[in-house]
């Protein structure tokens, strides 16, 4: 039984995952109030399927991309019951999690390619970019959006999906081609596979040396005075 944990974005969850699925989860997207819930959201998921730590034989994380600071909670919740049960930590990526996403994969058969986006502030976004056979065919990135960003792609069916899905509105969007989603989030929920094939392999993560994937360094901002 696998324990994951997802905050990378405003989407704060956790999952419990047996023979590759996920059988239970609760999630809350309220902000960034992934400190006060995290903790209080695997507490409530162990109690709710009468399920001890111990009964747990790894531990998962979303690596990022995304939030820096969710990020960091994450990995470090995520550290701390791993080292504290000595159980294995397995990882996972924002964008990948999404591409698995249920209503995402129901569409597999009505679009060329999909365009998992996360927000990476003002005209940036992190995505990747997969084929309909589950295949990354560019790598994860944090790219700037413009005019000429899906030049290349004529005669694709292109799905976007994500956070970042909201910079593409009217402005940038001249395929006919391209079709947007915004409320697909990632979710602890969606990486069963992911972690359940990880475990299998014995692809695990060095719990002390392990850091979260922030694909962009962390640039920290001043709070504006209020007169």
Do not use: W
């Not at 009217?170 to 596979?193: C, L, V």
Request: proline share 4%; net charge neutral; with cysteine.
């Amino acid at each position: 039984m696998i324990l994951a944990l997802e905050t990378s974005t405003t989407n704060c969850s956790v999952a419990l995952f047996k023979d590759g699925k996920c059988f239970s989860h609760i999630e809350e997207n309220a902000g960034y109030s992934h400190a006060e819930n995290l903790s209080l959201f695997v507490d409530e998921l162990l109690k709710l399927n009468n399920i001890s730590k111990g009964n747990l034989k790894a531990i998962a994380v979303n690596k990022g991309p995304g939030s820096y600071t969710g990020l960091r909670i994450g990995v470090s919740t995520a550290k701390g019951l791993a080292f504290g049960l000595n159980i294995p930590l397995l990882s996972f990526e924002s964008l990948e999690a999404m591409f698995l996403n249920t209503s995402i994969q129901n569409q597999i058969e009505q679009f060329d390619l999909f365009v998992p986006m996360l927000d990476a502030r003002r005209m940036e976004v992190y995505m990747s970019i997969y084929n309909k056979q589950g295949e990354q065919i560019a790598p994860t990135t944090a790219s700037i959006i413009h005019e000429e960003f899906f030049n290349g792609f004529e005669g694709k069916k292109i799905l976007i999906f994500g956070p970042g899905a909201d910079k593409l509105d009217g402005t940038f969007i001249k395929n006919e081609h391209i079709q947007t989603i915004k409320n697909i989030h990632p979710s602890a929920k969606d990486a069963a596979s992911i972690c359940s094939l990880k475990m299998s392999k014995n692809q695990t993560e060095d719990v002390a040396y392990f850091e979260p994937f922030y694909l962009k360094e962390f640039v920290a901002t001043t709070p504006k005075k209020r007169l």
